[in-house]
């Protein structure tokens, strides 16, 4: 290949780099300040599940933005990269249980009003909760396994 053409996938490969971290940080922006005006307002009641949901929204914009400057270049530590990897891979499920919690609280609440029920106040904590707990061992799992993969490419780079 050509120094021209090494020199436009390079280009092209950094700008859609730079799209990617503008879209991040615009997403981060946005449900920060979204999570800051429901957090410090005193006339605003929010759903327990909905701050999850924003708490795991942040955190899925923060894991695309660990390694920004490292994605061409330098590599970066192997720690950082196994850390973003992580976060990367757990973030989504995060983000999906949260969502789930969300719209079962919003059904139920929805459902008890319009039966003239009362709503269980411990069915609400389980509904946060059980999700949460199982989106967390998924990331243990996950840990886990990027642990070892982490272990099996040391021992291959010193042949141990």
Not at 57 to 66: A, E, G, N, Q
Not at 91 to 97: Q, R
């Amino acid at each position: 290949m050509s120094r021209y053409a090494l020199a436009m996938r390079e280009a092209e490969e950094t700008h859609a780099f730079v799209v990617f971290d503008v879209l991040q940080f615009t997403a981060l922006a946005l449900v920060s300040a979204t999570y800051l005006s429901a957090l410090f307002s005193t006339k605003l009641q929010r759903l327990k599940t909905w701050f999850a949901l924003m708490v795991s929204s942040l955190l899925y914009c923060i894991s695309f933005l660990l390694l920004l400057g490292h994605q061409t270049g330098a590599s970066p530590s192997l720690g950082l990269c196994l850390f973003q990897a992580g976060l990367i891979y757990a973030a989504p499920p995060s983000v999906a249980a949260a969502g789930l919690a969300f719209i079962v609280e919003l059904y139920l609440r929805l459902f008890t009003t319009l039966t003239s029920r009362k709503l269980d106040k411990r069915l609400i904590t389980a509904v946060t909760v059980i999700p949460t707990t199982f989106d967390s061992s998924i990331r243990l799992l996950d840990c886990t396994i990027c642990q070892s993969s982490a272990l099996l490419y040391m021992t291959s780079l010193f042949n141990i």
